[in-house]
Each structure stands twice: as structure tokens, then as C-alpha cells.
């Protein structure tokens, strides 16, 4: 069974720090997404990373693919409160998508 | 365009009980999925539907049938409700058929969700 664990799971940060979010797996995954999730949505793509050891900026958000393509993070520089949500790293697996735990980011004028 | 919708937003249902849950696209979009989302788990995969006329389980599809009703829409449905089925129901859809649930790599684009509660 193909598993991926986030950590932290929950994340309470003051606006302007820096933060990174794990997702972490020992399968290989031929393709990682990251989406974003506010209360009452539903999840939205941010970004979907491909060849091991890639990184991929979206603004103030760097997205790292691990080079053996077991893991990936997310780091979001100089935090906003429009950050905040649910943030869920999913990989692609054999015939589906498996989506990580989840971590859940605060971040507070 | 709307995108995906989902109906109802909200429902209770007492054990036991049936009800289906809607979800339709405008996207043109060949495969359409259900999820659900618990705490702590992310989401799982209960039923997909490759392409038009054709479904398949998932990773949780004990206790729900799905049917595709046509190319914009995709219900769920839960003929003896239980408690274990509290969650909140995603339904998504991507554009690319193929093999499985993932053919392809396309973005897969989620409706709101239905938020259910089984006493």
C-alpha cells in the first residue's frame, strides 16, 4: 500500500515568517502535485512536479520533487495570512491518486 | 461555466437510511472521481469513471454504488447509510481518459463537496 505521510500536521505561524511542509513516502512516484484547500472547497492544484531532484517556484511558494521521487516540500516564504489552509501533497500511484495526510497552516496577521 | 457542482451542500441522515449524492461538470471532461476526506487521512478514493459508460472501485467503495449517468454526470449513492460514512464527499473530474484512474497527467478539478452527517 502506497502511503504519504505530511508533517507537520498542523502549522501556526506569525505573517512574514518562513515555513516548510514535508510529504514523505517510501514508494516511488512517477509524479507529485501539491494542492491548496479552504474551508468549504475543494482542493486546488498548485503545482505537479515531475523528474526527480525538480524545483518549481510559484511566487513566494518553492516546491522540491526528492531525487529518488519518495518525497517533496513546500517552502513558502515570508508567510501571508492568505496562506492559510489545508495544504495536501498527492502522488500519482499505479492506477490512482494517493493523497498525503495533510497539513493544516494558520498564519496570523 | 460553473465548473463541478455538487448537491446537496449538506445532509443528516439516520442509520439506515439511502440517499445519493449528485455531481455534474461542464468541463467536457472525460473521467469524473468521489472522494471522501476524514480527518487526518486526506482524501481516498472511493469510485472513478474513466470515461463515459464505464466505472470502477477505488480505494473505500464498500458501502456505495456510482453510477455515470452521462458524460456530465457522475452520482453516488448510499443505500444503508452508516455512521462510518460521516465525511465530507468530494466529487472531481480530468480531462484525459486511459487506463485507469490516472491516465495522463492532467489536473484533476474538485467540486465544493457535501458535507454528510449519519446518526
Known amino acids: 500500500t502506497q502511503l504519504l505521510e505530511q508533517s507537520p500536521q498542523f502549522l501556526s505561524i506569525q505573517e512574514g515568517e518562513n515555513l516548510t511542509v514535508y510529504c514523505n513516502s517510501s514508494?516511488?512516484?512517477?509524479?507529485l502535485q501539491w494542492y491548496r484547500q479552504e474551508p468549504g472547497e475543494g482542493p486546488v492544484l498548485l503545482v505537479t512536479?515531475?523528474?526527480?531532484?525538480e524545483v518549481k517556484k510559484l511566487k513566494r511558494l518553492t516546491f522540491q520533487f526528492g531525487d529518488a521521487r519518495k518525497d517533496s516540500s513546500l517552502h513558502i516564504t515570508a508567510a501571508q495570512p492568505g496562506d492559510t489552509g489545508l495544504y495536501l501533497c498527492?502522488?500519482?500511484?499505479?492506477?490512482?491518486?494517493?493523497f498525503g495526510t495533510g497539513t493544516r497552516l494558520q498564519v496570523f496577521p | 461555466n460553473a465548473g463541478v457542482t455538487q448537491t446537496p451542500k449538506f445532509q443528516v441522515l439516520k442509520t439506515g437510511q439511502s440517499m445519493t449524492l449528485q455531481c455534474a461538470q461542464d468541463?467536457?471532461?472525460?473521467?469524473m472521481y468521489w472522494y471522501r476526506q476524514d480527518p487526518g487521512m486526506g482524501l481516498r478514493l472511493i469510485y472513478y469513471?474513466?470515461?463515459?459508460?464505464?466505472?470502477d472501485k477505488g480505494e473505500v467503495p464498500n458501502g456505495y454504488n456510482v453510477s455515470r449517468l452521462n458524460k456530465r454526470e457522475f452520482s453516488l449513492r448510499l443505500e444503508s447509510a452508516a455512521p462510518s460514512q460521516t465525511s465530507v464527499y468530494f466529487c472531481?473530474?480530468?480531462?484525459?481518459?486511459?487506463?485507469?484512474?490516472?491516465?495522463?497527467?492532467?489536473?484533476?478539478?474538485f467540486g465544493p463537496g457535501t458535507r454528510l452527517t449519519v446518526l
Open positions: 498527492a502522488g500519482r500511484g499505479t492506477d490512482k491518486l494517493i
Open positions: 514508494s516511488v512516484f512517477s509524479s
Open positions: 512536479v515531475v523528474t526527480g531532484g
Open positions: 468541463m467536457n471532461h472525460n473521467s
Open positions: 469513471s474513466a470515461s463515459e459508460g464505464t466505472t
Open positions: 472531481a473530474t480530468k480531462r484525459a481518459g486511459g487506463t485507469g484512474a490516472m491516465g495522463g497527467t492532467d489536473t484533476q478539478y
